[in-house]
Protein backbone atom coordinates (compact mmCIF):
# COMPACT_ATOMS: atom_id res chain seq x y z
CA UNK A 1 0.00 0.00 0.00
CA UNK A 2 1.37 3.56 -0.57
CA UNK A 3 1.06 6.56 1.01
CA UNK A 4 0.07 10.00 -1.25
CA UNK A 5 1.15 13.41 0.35
CA UNK A 6 0.27 16.69 -0.60
CA UNK A 7 1.97 19.31 0.94
CA UNK A 8 0.29 22.38 -0.54
CA UNK A 9 -1.12 25.07 2.46
CA UNK A 10 -4.43 24.38 2.95
CA UNK A 11 -6.81 27.27 2.19
CA UNK A 12 -7.70 29.74 5.16
CA UNK A 13 -11.16 30.51 5.57
CA UNK A 14 -12.79 33.47 4.40
CA UNK A 15 -12.65 35.01 8.27
CA UNK A 16 -9.04 33.69 8.48
CA UNK A 17 -8.22 34.98 5.51
CA UNK A 18 -9.82 39.06 6.10
CA UNK A 19 -7.97 39.01 9.54
CA UNK A 20 -4.80 37.89 7.73
CA UNK A 21 -5.37 40.81 5.10
CA UNK A 22 -6.81 43.63 8.23
CA UNK A 23 -2.85 42.87 9.87
CA UNK A 24 -0.81 42.67 6.39
CA UNK A 25 -2.36 44.92 4.69
CA UNK A 26 -3.54 47.63 7.37
CA UNK A 27 0.05 46.97 8.16
CA UNK A 28 1.31 48.25 5.08
CA UNK A 29 -1.64 50.90 4.95
CA UNK A 30 -0.45 52.41 8.29
CA UNK A 31 2.59 51.94 7.32
CA UNK A 32 2.47 53.88 4.07
CA UNK A 33 0.36 56.39 5.89
CA UNK A 34 3.67 57.81 7.67
CA UNK A 35 5.90 57.19 4.96
CA UNK A 36 3.51 59.47 2.42
CA UNK A 37 3.19 62.12 5.00
CA UNK A 38 7.58 61.96 5.60
CA UNK A 39 7.78 62.23 1.83
CA UNK A 40 5.43 64.80 1.30
CA UNK A 41 7.90 67.32 2.95
CA UNK A 42 10.18 66.35 0.35
CA UNK A 43 8.06 65.89 -2.62
CA UNK A 44 4.45 66.85 -3.93
CA UNK A 45 1.92 64.99 -2.23
CA UNK A 46 0.48 63.64 -5.59
CA UNK A 47 3.89 62.36 -6.25
CA UNK A 48 4.56 60.91 -2.64
CA UNK A 49 1.15 58.70 -2.37
CA UNK A 50 1.93 57.29 -5.86
CA UNK A 51 5.48 56.39 -4.84
CA UNK A 52 4.37 54.74 -1.74
CA UNK A 53 0.97 53.10 -3.37
CA UNK A 54 3.48 51.68 -5.96
CA UNK A 55 5.89 50.13 -2.93
CA UNK A 56 3.52 49.27 -0.68
CA UNK A 57 1.18 47.21 -3.15
CA UNK A 58 4.44 45.12 -3.96
CA UNK A 59 5.22 44.44 -0.63
CA UNK A 60 1.24 43.79 0.06
CA UNK A 61 0.97 41.38 -2.76
CA UNK A 62 3.59 39.64 -1.92
CA UNK A 63 2.52 39.29 2.08
CA UNK A 64 -0.99 38.46 0.78
CA UNK A 65 0.17 35.55 -1.77
CA UNK A 66 2.27 33.82 0.89
CA UNK A 67 0.34 34.35 3.91
CA UNK A 68 -3.37 36.09 3.55
CA UNK A 69 -4.75 33.67 1.19
CA UNK A 70 -3.16 30.10 1.40
CA UNK A 71 -0.53 30.45 -1.97
CA UNK A 72 2.16 29.55 0.23
CA UNK A 73 4.63 31.36 -2.35
CA UNK A 74 5.54 34.45 -3.90
CA UNK A 75 3.05 36.20 -5.90
CA UNK A 76 3.25 35.53 -9.78
CA UNK A 77 3.51 38.81 -12.29
CA UNK A 78 0.15 38.07 -13.27
CA UNK A 79 -0.80 38.76 -9.87
CA UNK A 80 0.97 41.53 -9.59
CA UNK A 81 -0.25 43.22 -12.21
CA UNK A 82 -4.14 42.10 -11.51
CA UNK A 83 -3.36 43.42 -7.77
CA UNK A 84 -1.98 46.70 -9.38
CA UNK A 85 -5.39 47.36 -10.60
CA UNK A 86 -7.25 47.40 -7.41
CA UNK A 87 -4.42 49.25 -6.14
CA UNK A 88 -5.15 52.34 -9.13
CA UNK A 89 -8.24 52.30 -8.08
CA UNK A 90 -7.31 52.89 -4.28
CA UNK A 91 -4.76 55.34 -5.17
CA UNK A 92 -7.18 57.34 -7.01
CA UNK A 93 -10.05 56.88 -4.09
CA UNK A 94 -7.15 58.53 -1.67
CA UNK A 95 -6.61 60.91 -3.98
CA UNK A 96 -9.93 62.08 -4.25
CA UNK A 97 -10.44 62.04 -0.61
CA UNK A 98 -7.36 64.35 -0.01
CA UNK A 99 -8.24 66.73 -2.91
CA UNK A 100 -11.55 66.82 -1.60
CA UNK A 101 -10.69 67.51 2.08
CA UNK A 102 -8.59 70.43 0.68
CA UNK A 103 -11.73 71.93 -0.96
CA UNK A 104 -13.00 71.41 2.07
CA UNK A 105 -10.44 72.87 5.02
CA UNK A 106 -8.02 75.69 3.63
CA UNK A 107 -5.04 74.28 6.25
CA UNK A 108 -6.29 70.87 7.69
CA UNK A 109 -3.77 69.74 10.23
CA UNK A 110 -2.06 66.65 10.25
CA UNK A 111 -4.15 64.36 12.02
CA UNK A 112 -7.24 65.29 9.90
CA UNK A 113 -5.31 64.41 7.10
CA UNK A 114 -4.81 60.90 8.38
CA UNK A 115 -8.02 60.37 9.38
CA UNK A 116 -9.14 61.01 5.84
CA UNK A 117 -6.23 59.07 4.14
CA UNK A 118 -6.62 56.02 6.63
CA UNK A 119 -10.55 55.96 6.21
CA UNK A 120 -10.28 55.99 2.41
CA UNK A 121 -7.52 53.53 2.84
CA UNK A 122 -9.66 51.49 4.75
CA UNK A 123 -13.17 52.22 2.61
CA UNK A 124 -11.03 50.58 -0.80
CA UNK A 125 -8.80 47.84 1.54
CA UNK A 126 -12.39 46.01 1.81
CA UNK A 127 -13.23 45.95 -1.72
CA UNK A 128 -9.22 45.47 -2.23
CA UNK A 129 -9.99 41.73 -0.45
CA UNK A 130 -13.35 41.11 -2.15
CA UNK A 131 -10.70 41.77 -5.94
CA UNK A 132 -7.77 39.33 -3.89
CA UNK A 133 -9.47 36.87 -2.64
CA UNK A 134 -12.33 35.97 -5.43
CA UNK A 135 -10.17 37.13 -8.84
CA UNK A 136 -6.50 37.27 -8.52
CA UNK A 137 -5.78 34.48 -5.84
CA UNK A 138 -8.86 32.23 -6.69
CA UNK A 139 -7.07 29.66 -8.92
CA UNK A 140 -4.93 29.41 -6.13
CA UNK A 141 -7.76 28.47 -3.96
CA UNK A 142 -8.96 26.70 -5.93
CA UNK A 143 -6.30 24.42 -6.49
CA UNK A 144 -5.72 24.28 -2.79
CA UNK A 145 -8.77 23.74 -1.58
CA UNK A 146 -9.04 19.91 -3.66
CA UNK A 147 -5.47 19.16 -2.40
CA UNK A 148 -5.44 19.66 1.43
CA UNK A 149 -2.85 18.34 3.17
CA UNK A 150 -3.70 14.54 3.29
CA UNK A 151 -2.28 11.15 3.76
CA UNK A 152 -4.31 8.11 2.26
CA UNK A 153 -3.75 4.80 1.52
CA UNK A 154 -4.04 3.75 -2.75
CA UNK A 155 -4.55 -0.03 -3.04
CA UNK A 156 -2.95 -0.49 -6.48
CA UNK A 157 -3.62 -4.49 -6.23
CA UNK A 158 -6.91 -4.04 -6.27
CA UNK A 159 -7.06 -1.54 -9.27
CA UNK A 160 -4.87 -4.37 -10.98
CA UNK A 161 -6.66 -7.44 -10.21
CA UNK A 162 -10.01 -5.61 -10.92
CA UNK A 163 -9.10 -4.66 -14.39
CA UNK A 164 -8.46 -8.95 -15.38
CA UNK A 165 -12.28 -9.40 -13.47
CA UNK A 166 -14.16 -6.33 -15.42
CA UNK A 167 -12.52 -7.69 -18.76
CA UNK A 168 -13.76 -11.12 -18.15
CA UNK A 169 -17.28 -10.43 -16.74
CA UNK A 170 -18.01 -8.55 -20.63
CA UNK A 171 -16.44 -11.45 -22.69
CA UNK A 172 -18.50 -14.09 -20.97
CA UNK A 173 -21.50 -11.23 -21.76
CA UNK A 174 -20.46 -10.92 -25.18
Keep these: ?4 QSHQQAEPGAITAFARFVLFGGGVGIASSFAVAALDTWITWALANAVITVSSTLLATELHSRFTFGAGGRATRSQHAQSAG ?3 AAYAATSVAM ?16 VVYLSASALTGVARFAVLRLVVFARNRSQT ?5 TARPVRTTTARAAAPAALAMLLRAA
Excluded: Y
Excluded at 99 to 114: F, I, R, T
Design 86 to 88: SAA
Design 145 to 149: ATTVR
Design 99 to 114: LVLQLLVAAPGAVLEQ
Design 1 to 4: MEIV
